[in-house]
């Protein structure tokens, strides 16, 4: 395929602070939320959020299926996963930031043009090399394992961090459920297509979608590999890829793909989007690493959007231990 040249669009953007107790720095939600800065001011010290954007704050959270499947949250946190001591990311911080470029290429309108797309019905097939392919549906999905939360780091490529509570189950088991033949090597991915609803695939006319990823069926089986139908203690909103994604989180983020509907298990390693798009820059494997600079910018340093801290990238995400076995350094 040939490669498509994207602009250099990644660029930290201007910080941000995010005290527990307001959740979004006032120039984050004027920026995030795309209102005008004319005539808006800060309140006392601590900053306010005016009335408009507590109300954007507040819509920008809603889950996507809206009331179906509450009850199925909040879900029993696991204890063996935690954040190593860093702080959980508030909320309307990745609410309001997010890459999702079937809806845009902004990552502070994504959730905006998200919050309306619908969910109900939805259905993933599972095919390829299993001895039991299905056609599931959003009760399936929701009742096929029991729920669990787990607090993970996540990662950009871009450099930016955040730490969130996602509720699911592990990816291993789900896919156990359809027990793979011993010719399965890979699992592939393949989110939803709708060009005349999703104005980012509209506008990127020219990029290969539906968005595809695909992982070795060993990592995907790894007890750290997840499923995601919620997150902070409920039904996912659209723009964290509801109703059902994958949650990677010792690769980029790209490599956790959003609103999934087919999944299959293969023989052969699947093509990706992205290396499709530019080959040079993002690999098959994609796994943290602060070794390994992307062609544009170093990956030595990530900077937290909620807490606008700057540190060292860790292998692997800080998840050395879970799946270092997994690897002899040599991937891409």
């Keep these: 395929m040939t490669s ?3 602009p250099p669009s990644w660029e930290i953007p201007e910080g941000l602070a995010t005290p527990e107790s307001i959740y979004l720095d006032r120039r984050r939600v004027v920026k995030a939320l795309g209102l005008s800065a004319l005539g808006l001011t800060l309140g006392p010290s601590t900053g306010c959020i005016l009335a408009e954007d507590a109300i954007n704050a507040h819509r920008m959270v809603q889950p996507a299926l809206g009331k179906r499947f509450a009850d199925k949250f909040p879900a029993p946190q696991n204890q063996a996963y935690d954040l190593g001591g860093r702080p959980l990311t508030p909320e309307k911080v990745p609410a309001a930031y997010n890459n999702f470029y079937e809806f845009s290429t902004n990552k502070g309108k994504v959730w905006g043009l998200a919050e309306d797309y619908p969910v109900d019905p939805w259905k993933i ?3 390829g090399l299993v001895a039991k392919p299905r056609t599931l549906d959003l009760d399936d999905l929701f009742g096929i394992l029991p729920l669990e939360e787990r607090l993970y780091r996540f990662r950009c490529v871009e450099r930016w961090a955040m730490q969130v ?3 699911g189950y ?7 459920l359809f027990e793979p033949l011993s010719t399965a090597r890979y699992v592939r991915f393949v989110s939803f297509n709708d060009p005349q ?3 980012g695939q509209k506008a990127l006319a020219n990029y290969p979608w539906p968005y595809y990823e695909a992982h070795r069926l060993d990592e995907a089986m790894n007890p750290l590999a997840f499923v995601a139908l919620g997150i902070y203690g409920h039904a996912m909103p659209m723009q964290h890829g509801a109703p059902w994604r994958v949650v990677m989180p010792w690769k980029y983020g790209y490599k956790s793909p959003k609103s999934i509907v087919r999944i299959e298990l293969t023989a052969e390693q699947p093509p990706t989007f992205w290396h499709d798009l530019q080959p040079p820059e993002y ?7 602060p070794k390994k600079p992307h062609p544009r910018w170093s990956q030595a340093v990530e900077e937290d959007i909620g807490t606008l801290e700057k540190r060292p990238t860790e292998l692997y995400n800080g998840y050395v231990e879970q799946v270092g076995a997994l690897y002899d350094g040599s991937e891409v």
Excluded: A, H, M, Q
């Design 4 to 6: 498509i040249r994207i």
């Design 125 to 127: 097939e599972v095919t």
């Design 165 to 167: 509570p996602w509720t």
């Design 170 to 176: 592990p990816l291993g088991k789900f896919l156990s």
């Design 197 to 199: 609803r999703l104005p």
């Design 283 to 289: 690999g098959f494997y994609s796994n943290v690493d």
